[in-house]
């Protein structure tokens, strides 16, 4: 079964709008952390933010946040402010703790691209 | 800065032939993963390394191989090239396993096999 899934193969935005990208997760893991990778077309993953489960707090970082529903089990990744640099593939994943040091598992991606 | 090597950027083989793509790491990290990534796919993991001469099958380990001599570097191997196997490879690495541990990746192997 798929454990991360990404619902938008693909998005618009317009420059300086905000937009929020989707993912859920399927895990019967109690801790676990979830990801988000920014993949912009000279293929370098670049790590963006982290939400672990027991986090109380949604994670930021600058323009990045984590919407984090556990009990929907989703966290989605929310960008403000659109620049055109932010246009890329975006991938969530996460990471499975009690089963061992499982490792990353990914989703498919969203592009992201953004309008002037 | 630390820093994920992969030896090529492009590669292009034939059919049948043995295929060896490298990844180097100077981070001293534990683990080291290849994933491939194909459009509509997102990232699969080949296979793992959580140590020196260890290895673990990952969702894809069909068709390849790894090995792990020395703990930077982590070589995947494609023991008969097929088409199928032309893809974007991403070696990537991190340290031991806190859930917070986020990966290093690489640059990326775009491989062509003809």
């Known amino acids: 079964a798929q454990k991360i899934t990404q619902t938008q193969p693909g998005m618009f935005v317009q420059e300086k709008e905000a937009v929020t990208l989707d993912c859920t997760y399927d895990t019967s893991d109690p801790s676990y952390g979830l990801f988000w990778y920014k993949q912009p077309s000279s293929g370098e993953m670049i790590f963006l933010i982290y939400q672990g489960s027991y986090d109380q707090q949604n994670a930021t970082e600058g323009r990045y946040s984590l919407n984090f529903q556990k009990a929907r089990k989703s966290a989605n990744l929310v960008i403000s402010a659109s620049q055109l640099g932010d246009s890329a593939m975006y991938f969530c994943a996460m990471r499975e703790v009690n089963s061992g040091n499982t490792p990353l598992v990914f989703g498919k991606g969203t592009r992201l691209s953004v309008i002037a | 800065d630390v820093k994920v090597t992969q030896s090529s950027r492009y590669l292009v083989k034939r059919t049948g032939e043995k295929v060896f793509l490298e990844c180097v790491q100077d981070m001293d990290h534990e683990n080291m993963f290849w994933y491939r990534q194909d459009p509509g796919l997102g990232l699969r993991l080949i296979y793992f390394s959580y140590d020196v001469k260890m290895k673990e099958k990952g969702d894809i380990p069909e068709g390849y191989s790894v090995s792990r001599e020395k703990k930077e570097r982590f070589s995947l191997i494609l023991e008969s090239a097929s088409t199928n196997q032309t893809s974007m490879y991403l070696c990537?690495?991190?340290?031991?396993?806190?859930?917070?541990?986020?990966?290093?990746f690489g640059s990326g192997t775009q491989l062509s096999v003809l």
């Open positions: 990537a690495s991190s340290s031991s396993g806190s859930a917070n541990e986020k990966l290093f």
